[in-house]
């Protein structure tokens, strides 16, 4: 067990939806970080987010957002879905940062969209 | 960052030592040498990092030569539980203007047998 709890941990959706996946980040941590994997493209970073601000951009679609709120915990906004967003959506945290920072994954969301 | 080449896949028996390498021939002086496992259907789990030289921890050991352009991961003694995707990734330290960002390659797919 990482620490990082995300909910909800199946989600099933169809095409043009709206879902909001959340992220609670190990106690102490002050970033958290979204990344997708799918069969096609592996894993993918999204979006980093450090002590509620917007620290790194990966390769996030438009249709998607996030945010961290005070109490540090994160929720990823995907909508107008598409077939091609069902993957498993993992959140990560770490105390600093940076890259050398060890990141610690939770047990990720699989989005299905129908 | 510095691109990552490993092998795609890997046999191995319970009870043998593994050794895996990756190449990152241009990886940079502030670069540091993270691995991390990550089992089907769960997130990726830290598993080592160093600079230079060798550093062992409870599960692994990373090798790294004086040029720093591969390193090695070896786990003592595999069990069947060891079967899974090693990714090796790297990365600058202290990277603040650049977020905490991960980028993972394909990965070493381990796969133990009894």
């Known amino acids: 067990d990482s620490g990082v709890t995300q909910t909800p941990k199946h989600l099933i959706t169809a095409t043009g939806q709206r879902v909001t996946l959340r992220c609670s980040p190990r106690?102490?941590?002050?970033?958290v970080y979204w990344y997708q994997q799918s069969l096609d493209q592996g894993l993918q970073f999204l979006i980093q987010?450090?002590?509620?601000?917007?620290?790194a951009k990966g390769n996030i679609l438009e249709r998607f957002s996030a945010q961290q709120f005070p109490d540090l915990h994160s929720e990823l906004n995907l909508s107008s879905l598409e077939l091609g967003d069902s993957a498993l959506y993992f959140c990560?945290?770490?105390f600093g940062p940076g890259e050398a920072d060890t990141q610690y994954f939770g047990p990720g969301t699989r989005l299905t969209v129908l | 960052l510095a691109k990552t080449t490993q092998p795609i896949s890997m046999d191995s028996y319970e009870g043998q030592e593994v050794n895996i390498t990756c190449s990152h021939n241009n990886i940079a002086t502030n670069d540091y040498i993270t691995w991390y496992q990550q089992f089907p259907s769960q997130g990726p789990r830290f598993i080592i990092q160093g600079y230079k030289t060798k550093v062992t921890n409870e599960v692994a050991s990373l090798f790294i030569p004086a040029d720093r352009k591969s390193s090695t991961l070896s786990l003592p003694r595999v069990s069947l539980s060891d079967t899974a995707v090693y990714y090796c990734l790297v990365g600058d330290y202290p990277a603040y203007n650049q977020g905490g960002k991960l980028i993972f390659g394909q990965g070493t797919e381990l796969s133990v047998k009894p």
């Open positions: 106690s102490g941590d002050l970033s």
């Open positions: 987010y450090y002590n509620g601000e917007e620290r």
């Open positions: 990560a945290s770490s």
